[in-house]
């Protein structure tokens, strides 16, 4: 199962921390000097026997808490047990995870009337058993806890897009210049495209065509974590093969 973890939680915690226990405050994910600037802040405790990892607690600027758990102090990603919280304090979702931040245990949610929504069980990564429930307690039907971001019609209907967005440069057909060209972005909770950028080049005419194919894309289905809409990075490869006649493109 590949994991996904949501952009706020990864690269909010970048700092490099010092022994003991730290108190970092955060204004729209950027780092400012103090409470009254901030929007939120994290308390970070590095462990003195293990310090491969951090035990970091998130609290509102009015000081109520938003997570805490052990992460790891070189991926920054979640190790051991997650908790997070709704505003009233109300537990929202216990999770567990072994060192390569897979599941590995129980991945228990709740509704904010303090109801079981989920309890799935992982092996290392791989979904066991699970079970989801209404917001009255009552069985429903088990959905994953992680749904990847999707292009409306699927992977077919993706192809057909960019091989109907996408123009071979002129220059680079007749250099004979092909490849395959990475490109990164972030579907946004609504659907959108944002921070499209070259991950892997080819060259610069192959790039700007890739970007603007992408910058042209219509709204995904966005991400979906335990029924939440949320922000994931995505990489997407845009091959530029010449044919026989150096006339056309095969996208793959």
């Known amino acids: 199962m590949k994991q996904i973890f949501p952009l706020l939680i990864i690269f909010l915690i970048h700092t490099v921390f010092v022994f003991g226990q ?49 992460f790891s102090h070189k991926t920054k990603r979640p190790i051991g047990q997650y908790k997070e919280y709704y505003q009233n304090g109300q537990l929202k979702k216990n999770i567990q995870y ?13 509704w904010n009337n303090g109801k079981s929504k989920r309890i799935d ?18 069985d429903t039907i088990h959905t994953d806890y992680i749904q990847t971001p999707k292009f409306v019609g699927g992977q077919t209907a993706m192809i057909k897009f960019i091989s109907g967005q996408l123009h071979y440069p002129n220059i680079a057909q007749k250099m004979g210049v092909t490849g ?28 700007a065509e890739a970007i603007k194919i992408v910058n ?37």
Request: glycine share 8%; hydrophobic share 30%; net charge positive.
């Open 22 to 70: 730290d108190t970092l405050y955060f204004n729209n994910h950027e780092r400012v000097h103090g409470l009254q600037e901030c929007s939120y802040f994290l308390v970070v405790q590095c462990n003195k026997a293990d310090t491969s990892r951090d035990f970091v607690k998130r609290y509102t600027k009015a000081g109520k808490i938003s997570y805490e758990g052990d």
């Open 180 to 207: 395959r060209v990475i490109v990164g972005f972030i579907v946004e909770k609504n659907g959108t495209i944002s921070h499209v950028k070259v991950v892997r080049s080819v060259n610069p005419d192959l790039d």
């Open 121 to 138: 069980t992982f092996d290392n990564g791989i979904l066991m058993k699970g079970k989801c429930y209404t917001y009255d307690g009552k």
């Open 216 to 252: 042209k894309m219509p709204k995904w289905i966005p991400g979906n974590m335990d029924g939440d809409s949320i922000r994931v990075s995505y990489k997407l490869p845009i091959y530029f093969k010449l044919t026989d006649n150096s006339e056309h493109k095969q996208p793959h």
């Open 98 to 110: 072994n060192l390569d931040s897979h599941f590995n245990g129980q991945l228990c949610t709740y």
